[in-house]
């Protein structure tokens, strides 16, 4: 039996053959997607809260878009919002001078929200690159 020997160049695109083929694809991050995000303290019930995490920069406006299940009535709202649709179940906030860091939204329902009933959405363009950013989310 003889041993074949293999040139150094063919062992190194046979490595990184192997290892384009078997490491996890890396996800591509572009400027702006973590500058803002937003999950649910409390996604159900009578009580929901938002909360809104805001990275530096900070965009200079938040439109901030509540679904609710349709016909639902908001007894009060912390900050107010600028519009609601009770028909369509649908609140929006224009939230203006963020700054970075946490903030929270409020909503007390007369009814409660089922779990699952409720969605949110953030829109807001990134001041580094000007591209407009819509960030949908679920409790």
């Known amino acids: 039996m003889t ?3 293999i040139h150094p160049r063919t ?3 046979l ?3 192997l290892l384009i083929f078997l490491l996890p694809p890396m996800p591509l991050l572009y400027a702006g997607e973590a500058l803002v995000s937003g999950r649910y303290l409390n996604g159900a019930g009578q ?3 938002l909360q809104i995490t805001v990275a530096s920069p900070a965009p200079s406006t938040l439109i901030v878009i509540q679904k609710l299940p349709a016909g639902t009535v908001i007894e009060a709202a912390t900050p107010a919002f600028h519009q609601y649709d009770a028909g ?3 609140g929006k906030w224009l939230l203006t001078q ?3 860091g ?3 939204l409020s909503l007390r329902l007369a009814h409660p929200a089922a779990a699952g009933a409720i969605s949110g959405e953030i829109r807001y363009m990134d001041p580094s690159s000007g591209r407009l950013t819509n960030l949908s989310f679920r409790p």
């Open 11 to 13: 062992q190194s695109l």
């Open 98 to 100: 963020i700054r970075p």
């Open 3 to 5: 041993a074949k020997i």
């Open 88 to 90: 369509k179940g649908e």
């Open 15 to 17: 490595l990184l053959t």
């Open 102 to 104: 946490r903030h929270v």
């Open 47 to 49: 009580d929901i809260q």
